[in-house]
């Protein structure tokens, strides 16, 4: 038996246990997915008799990944976002058809997304991986599970070497757990530096590896906190950088300067300050799975996924 | 032979030389402008240095416009002679107001449009519908905005299929239609841009504003409205002596709710570098935003834009989506537009009407810039834009969304697409 009002606890606790569960089932994978997954189930239970009530229990369960999250927080949203839009975009043309005929053609969509977005890490890897010669010194920052994949695909015949930071604050561990997968492979030679380091071995470094945790309008990137004082210093010393990010990270926010990001996303829970925004002029390219993008671009492919 | 220094014609070598006095040329030639600008009266001894902006169009004397022996008194309908007085004399202002008004005289025009005897209404209309309008751009030259309206309603006036069954009166209320439609969506994408700048404005701000730009003022009042944001506000204003009544952008100190101010400040642009590191954004109004990205603003803008760059303060430009022009920009000059004072230094004693661009001169320097004029050595360019390079624009605000200044084509382009479409359904 449905309940009447779609935003009571338990249908709340019940999302967030099933995204939990998505979570640890496909661990492998980002969480955002598993977010998704856990969209296109409720969707799927949803014993709604009209759109509307479909469109709105599709939102409440966005609120509830929304806060659910940490890290991945700004991705779920965008990719929410994206997945509504999608799932729903032809639905005005339909409208006359009865719920079941709307649901199967928002699973169907829905579905569509999801499986470009499990895609998208594979094309990143196959645009990404060239990037990397022989004998490069690549600078990463904060444990990105993008660009893990990607340096674990370079082939064995590539020798090359990885300076990670610690990438202060955060878990103190990560770095070094991130090294560990990284020395796995028998051609990456790896080495922690401290954040505060990054500058001085600049001049040393072929070019700089970056996640995002979101592409915002203009083409910049919201990241880890030091991504911008890393990218700075790239710009200054004439070394590319390079953001690995899949398209369901693109969001709809534009900030105009750090103070502009919405604190919700900007402060950690301590209200420390988490991430920072970093212009489109420091980046050279960002690799996604809709191409190899200039910042200029970001936008023109917002612009075709959202009419 | 007597060694007298004679005043040289420009144009010949510069040193005094003991000659025969040669009669200085005075004819005064119409110098042919091409196609769709205006001819304009110059001497031939000044028309050698004004090189430089020769190009760029300048409404004609109004004088010489509105006297009633001018060519076109007869042919122009009234309705545009009472707008072309009103462009010309500056009592309509902004691009906005200017698409507004011509779209109404338009509307009114065709109401009022009969057929001579024996002539299609269609090409009857066309002609001296360009007839008309030629006069209103000796006037004033157009706006972007004011040509992208006339284009539109070219293309509606071609597109409509050429049933001719269909009459006079269907034909009239539909083009009448189709410049309600456009004119409503001028004032709907004002409201539009309003909405979305009213959260990019938060509680302590300070907020720079140049000039006098309708949507910028209706962001500021219907902020201050809103009651929860408090906000300082700095007005840049033109030069301290310019005439132009727009370029002093105190018309908003009016209509402002002053409970949502924290504090007002008003200096001209001189004053920009002294106010600038106070400030937290800077709000543009646009008169056109180009392919490539690039601002067509009042002139000072791009200044703005380039100090407020250097101290890292974020520029917003505010332009609604039927101000984007399809043209490539090399320079400031490409598309503008010569202000009246062009030429004119006056003294003290010989101020005329509302042409005011006195400064203070002792009369026999007044003497000697009269002379260097006459003789065309003296230059005083009144430029009413300038273009302001997009890596100086942090986002601009459209109707549609909030873009970075490079994704104007991909607008113009997903616009076109559905007026393509739109056209082939029809």
Known sequence: ?307 | MAAKVEKIPSGHSKSILPSVATPTPTTTTVTRKPVGQQKRIVSESQSKVQTLFDHVPQSMESSLLFSPTATDANKVHPLFYTLGLKYSHGSIQGSNQRCIALLRILSDYINTFVTLEGRAFRHDFATQLKINLNFLKKCRPFAVSMENAIEYFNSKCHGTSENLEQCEASIKSEWIDALQEYSEGIVKAKEAIVEKSMDKIKNGDTILVYGFSEVISDILIAVGKQGTVKFSLVIIGDRPLAQEKKGKGLEIVESIDENALISLTYTSITGLSNIIQSVTKVFLGAHALLTNGGVLAHVGTSQIALMASAHNIPVLVCCETYKFCDKSPTDSFFHNELGSGFGMIRSLKDKAEGLDLSIEVTEQEAEVIGSLQREGLLLTPVIKYDLTPPELVTAVITDVDILPCTSVPVVLRVQENRHLSSLRKS
């Open chain 1, 1 to 307: 038996m449905s309940s009447t009002n779609f935003r009571d606890t338990d249908k709340l606790a019940s999302i967030a246990k099933e995204f939990e569960k998505f979570k640890k089932e496909y661990h492998g994978q980002s969480p955002v997915i598993s977010a998704i997954r856990t969209l296109i189930h409720f969707i799927e239970k949803s014993e709604g008799s009209t759109v509307n009530y479909l469109a709105e229990e599709l939102k409440g369960t966005v609120e509830v990944l929304r806060t659910s999250t940490g890290k991945c927080k700004l991705a779920v949203v965008s990719a929410s976002d994206q997945f509504i839009r999608f799932a729903t975009l032809n639905l005005a043309t339909i409208e006359s058809e009865d719920m079941a005929t709307c649901k199967k053609r928002i699973e169907l969509e829905g579905g569509k997304y999801l499986r470009r977005c499990e895609n998208s890490i594979n094309r990143i890897i196959k645009r990404g991986v060239p990037f990397i010669f022989d004998g490069a010194k690549v600078l990463v920052h904060s444990d990105s599970r993008v660009v893990l994949a990607v340096l674990k695909a370079v082939s064995e015949n590539i020798q090359f070497q990885v300076f990670i930071t610690t990438s202060y604050p955060g878990d103190s561990q990560s770095a070094e757990v991130y090294r560990d997968k990284l020395c796995e492979n028998s051609n990456i030679e790896c080495q922690i530096i401290y954040d505060s380091e990054a500058a001085s071995i600049m001049e040393t470094i072929d070019l700089v590896l970056v996640g995002a945790e979101a592409v915002v309008k203009n083409g910049g990137i919201i990241n880890k906190v030091g991504t911008l004082s890393l990218a700075i210093c790239a710009k200054e010393m004439n070394k590319p950088m390079y953001v690995l990010a899949e398209s369901f990270k693109f969001s709809l926010l534009y900030p105009l300067n750090q103070n502009d990001i919405p604190p919700e996303f900007r402060l950690d829970g301590a209200g420390k300050v988490r991430v920072d925004y970093t212009p489109p002029k420091y980046l050279t390219l960002l690799i996604t799975d809709r191409g190899l993008l200039t910042p200029t671009a970001v936008c023109d492919e917002l612009i075709e996924m959202y009419i």
